[in-house]
């Protein structure tokens, strides 16, 4: 019975790693393909092309895989075991964002969501595909609608019983599964998570202006970041925490199970000065393993380095005065950039 079938799937997700686990069908977000489309033609996707070009698969799941009849939604928590705004006043370290501390969690919820698949087959039959953040799949408003949490006015997915520090991955499926109720939001009139962003990302709630967002700055933007953005960015060298710190919602934060999720040794506030100096080599065997490498060294130094310009800092200066001939022009620019903000 499909019933069954569904209750020991959620016994198996539990077993296997996973901190929440629920089910929706693939014509569950019928309003996400406009949402998408309003979203790339007000251009707040910035750089990132492949949101355009994989619009029609991203935004209807029925498109991506016919054959597909349920998808299994499931979340995985990382909360850290710190508050990250506190970092923020350490101005010669930098801030990584808390899912990028660890083993890429690309790596390890895919791991976690085949063993998962492979049961699903050995028990029951049928095919399946998954997915983690690499496909054109809209997770949250599927975990939405599969009942794991609500989209929140900072456009990621948030739950009263995780907060909102968690993984999404899912599990498409020919087996029709009794879905679950989608999750009703209980933002209210909080603004915590607006009124925190350093950058004004939020043109109104629920809305992202992704070309402000230090997140998408920090990671997907290519090339200089606009000059009247650099100095928002303040110590932050790899994503932002800023909007998911303040949530009132992570009263409830489910603790983190996953030991690779764990801070790794000199991630947490690690010294600027010491990542100015990494050179390609360097810069890949420091991060091997995790999120960062993917951004490579050019991408990552010129962050670097302006959170030396915003350090208020006088002995990083040489530091930055160092690189203002690098070969990469994009770091050079920062880094002559930096020398300028310490002056």
Not at 44 to 52: E, L, P, V, Y
Not at 178 to 183: E, G, L, Q
Not at 224 to 248: F, H, Q, T, W
Request: aromatic share 8%; with cysteine.
């Amino acid at each position: 019975m499909p019933e069954d079938l569904k209750s020991e799937l959620l016994n198996r997700a539990r077993e296997f790693g996973f901190t929440a686990c629920a089910v929706t069908r693939p014509d569950a977000i019928p309003h996400a393909p406009e949402r998408l489309r309003a979203f790339v033609e007000a251009g707040h996707h910035g750089q990132m092309g492949w949101m355009a070009e994989r619009m029609h698969w991203r935004g209807d799941p029925t498109a991506l895989w016919p054959e597909a009849r349920s998808v299994i939604m499931l979340a995985e928590a990382y909360t850290p075991d710190h508050n990250p705004l506190d970092l923020l006043a350490l101005r010669d370290r930098g801030v990584v964002s808390a899912y990028a501390q660890g083993r890429d969690y690309h790596d390890v919820v895919k791991k976690r969501l085949k063993r998962l698949g492979r049961w699903l087959i050995e028990t029951a039959g049928g095919e399946i595909k998954v997915f983690v953040d690499t496909a054109p799949v809209m997770e949250k408003p599927l975990a939405e609608a599969a009942g794991l949490g609500w989209q929140g006015k900072h456009t990621n997915l948030l739950s009263r019983e995780l907060g909102n520090w968690f993984f999404l991955g899912a599990i498409f499926t020919t087996h029709a599964l009794p879905p679950d109720a989608p999750a009703e939001e209980r933002c209210g009139s909080c603004r915590a998570c607006l009124d925190v962003c350093p950058t004004n990302a939020f043109p109104a709630p629920y809305q992202l202006d992704a070309r402000r967002c230090i997140s998408y700055l920090t990671i997907e933007h290519h090339g200089p970041v606009p000059e009247e953005l650099r100095s928002k960015m303040g110590n932050r060298i790899y994503g932002c925490d800023d909007c998911l710190a303040v949530c009132p919602w992570n009263k409830f934060a489910a603790e983190a199970r996953e030991v690779k999720y764990a801070a790794r040794d000199g991630m947490i506030a690690p010294d600027l000065a010491e990542l100015a100096g990494l050179d390609d080599a360097a810069f890949r065997a420091r991060f091997s393993g995790s999120p960062i490498k993917r951004i490579g060294r050019g991408r990552f130094v010129r962050n670097v380095l302006y959170a030396i310009g915003n350090s208020g800092t006088p002995r990083l200066q040489p530091v930055a005065q160092g690189l203002c001939e690098d070969a990469d022009p994009v770091v050079a620019d920062a880094a002559k950039w930096a020398v300028a903000q310490l002056g």
